[in-house]
């Protein structure tokens, strides 16, 4: 909660919004987001919650985030839905590959068995890293994105 306030100097621009929809939220609204993201997990305790900030290496400016949905998937394993937004002032610079790579390399370390994001079909920036994290998309499409998985979690390149 505490990272609210600085997220949104970055979060609040509509620009944001134009593959995932919607408008950017008060302040309010991003601080109780954070407070019931802080939790880890869902209500039900059916999911859990990684959510986290990337900072830029040169003045730890906060320039996004990386987050992964984790769920049991039937017959046994777990699932990691994983969403990247990058400041509109600092994408291109290769934050959101750097920091979803992180947190792929991670999950994959922790025994997670199946990878996956959701990501609109035109937004190439977004395909470039979910390629980079060894996912393919698939044919399923859900509220309009393109489901991208990797069952087999092959290790992600090397961020070099």
Known sequence: MEHAREAFAFLDDVRLHTWTGGTPGTPAELEARYARQAAGHSPDGGQGWLN????????????GTVQATLSRVPGGG???????????????????REGASAMAQWLRAGGVSALVAYIHPGHAASGAVARRLGLVPSDTVVDGEVRWEDHGCRPAESNA
Do not use: N
């Open 52 to 63: 986290w900030l990337l900072r830029r290496r040169t003045d730890a400016r906060l320039v």
């Open 78 to 96: 777990t699932e990691a839905v994983l969403a990247w937004v990058t400041g509109t002032a600092y994408q291109g610079e290769g934050y959101a």
